[in-house]
C-alpha cells in the first residue's frame, strides 16, 4: 500500500470506529500510536474532544510488560521500545478500569484470532480477559486485506471481541 492508502483507508475504518456503539459507550479506551503501515488512528485523536474519553497509550515497562498511562492529544512523547512513541506521563493506568483496547495487527481471521508481531505484548497484558465478560472490549483495527482463512491460535491468544476494517464492523461474540 502507499502512503495515501493508508491515510485514506484508515479515515474510513475510524469513521466506522467512532459511530460503534460500544466504542460511544466506553469511557476509558487504550489505543495505539501506528508504526510502519498500522492503520492509523490520528484521525480519533482529532475527535477526540467531542468524543469525550479517557484515551491511554501503551507503554513496554520492565520484564517487556505492557503498562497503560493517559494521553491527550498535544501531551509530549517519546521514543519507545522499537521506535514506537510512547506518552512521557507515566500514570499507570489501572488495567481493569479500561473499557476497551484497540490493537493493531499484522493478521487476523474469521474466529477473530489475531496475529501480533510476535513479542505477546497485547497477549500478557490482557491474559485477564475473558471472552463473555462485559468489559474490557477487545477490538482489533485492520485493513481488510489482512484475513486470512486460518491462523494457528494458542492457549494464551487472546481473541478479538469485533474487528475494524474498511468494510465495517465484525463481530466474533
Ligand atoms: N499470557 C501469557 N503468559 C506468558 N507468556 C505469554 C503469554 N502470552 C504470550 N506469551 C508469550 O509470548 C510469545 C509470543 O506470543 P504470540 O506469538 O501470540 O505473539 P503475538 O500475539 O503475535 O504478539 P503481540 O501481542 O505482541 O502483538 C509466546 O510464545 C509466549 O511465550
Ligand atoms: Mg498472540
Known amino acids: 500500500m502507499v502512503p495515501g492508502q493508508v491515510a485514506s483507508i484508515s479515515e474510513s475504518i475510524i469513521k466506522h470506529v467512532i459511530e460503534f456503539k460500544p466504542f460511544l459507550m466506553a469511557q476509558t479506551v487504550a489505543l495505539y500510536l501506528p508504526v510502519d503501515n498500522e492503520v492509523d488512528t490520528s484521525p480519533l485523536l482529532n475527535h477526540h474532544k467531542i468524543l469525550e474519553k479517557k484515551l491511554c497509550l501503551p507503554v513496554v515497562r520492565p520484564e517487556n510488560k505492557l503498562g497503560f498511562s493517559q494521553f491527550k492529544p498535544g501531551d509530549s512523547l ?3 521500545v522499537y521506535g514506537i512513541l510512547e506518552p512521557c506521563n507515566k500514570d499507570w493506568l489501572d488495567i481493569g478500569s479500561i473499557d476497551m483496547f ?3 495487527l499484522v493478521g487476523f481471521d474469521a474466529q ?13 497484558a490482557l491474559s485477564h480477559c475473558k471472552k463473555n465478560a462485559k468489559k474490557p472490549i477487545v477490538v482489533g483495527l485492520a485493513f481488510q ?3 486470512v482463512a486460518q491462523l494457528p491460535c494458542a492457549d494464551h491468544d ?3 471481541h469485533y474487528i475494524v476494517t474498511e468494510n ?3 463481530s466474533f461474540l
Do not use: C
Open 112 to 124: 477473530g484470532t489475531r496475529l501480533g508481531y510476535g513479542g505477546g505484548y497485547y497477549d500478557r
Open 145 to 147: 486485506f489482512q484475513e
Open 168 to 170: 465495517g464492523v465484525r
Open 78 to 80: 517519546q521514543s519507545g
Open 158 to 160: 487472546v481473541p478479538l
Open 102 to 104: 484497540l490493537l493493531p
